[in-house]
């Protein structure tokens, strides 16, 4: 197998793990998400597409912030909840 196959398979599976998580705001959706630029960047780079490697720069970078500002925490409950929610 070669990179881009590999590469071509999971970057749309990481692609709708991702949307579906951050759609149903689980915390999860960022972390599947900073996992799919490294794939993009290798077939970019295979391809000599430089619009894509900064394309997916710029989105991992969006992931990362996201991660590090601690979104990917702020559920806990596993229902999509923010932790302290409700109850006042």
């Given at each position: 197998?070669?990179?881009?196959?590999?590469?071509?398979?999971?970057?749309?599976?990481?692609?709708?793990?991702?949307?579906?998580?951050?759609?149903?705001?689980?915390?999860?959706?960022?972390?599947?998400?900073?996992?799919?630029?490294?794939?993009?960047?290798?077939?970019?780079?295979?391809?000599?597409q430089r619009?894509?490697?900064?394309?997916?720069?710029?989105?991992?970078?969006?992931?990362?912030?996201?991660?590090?500002?601690?979104?990917?925490?702020?559920?806990?409950?596993?229902?999509?909840?923010?932790?302290?929610?409700?109850?006042?």
């Amino acid at each position: 197998m070669t990179v881009d196959l590999v590469a071509q398979v999971v970057i749309p599976t990481l692609a709708a793990v991702t949307v579906a998580r951050l759609a149903r705001q689980r915390p999860t959706g960022d972390v599947v998400g900073l996992a799919s630029p490294p794939f993009w960047l290798a077939t970019a780079v295979v391809h000599r597409q430089r619009g894509v490697v900064v394309s997916s720069t710029i989105c991992a970078f969006a992931f990362a912030f996201a991660f590090a500002d601690g979104r990917w925490r702020t559920c806990r409950n596993g229902r999509g909840e923010a932790a302290d929610a409700g109850g006042d």
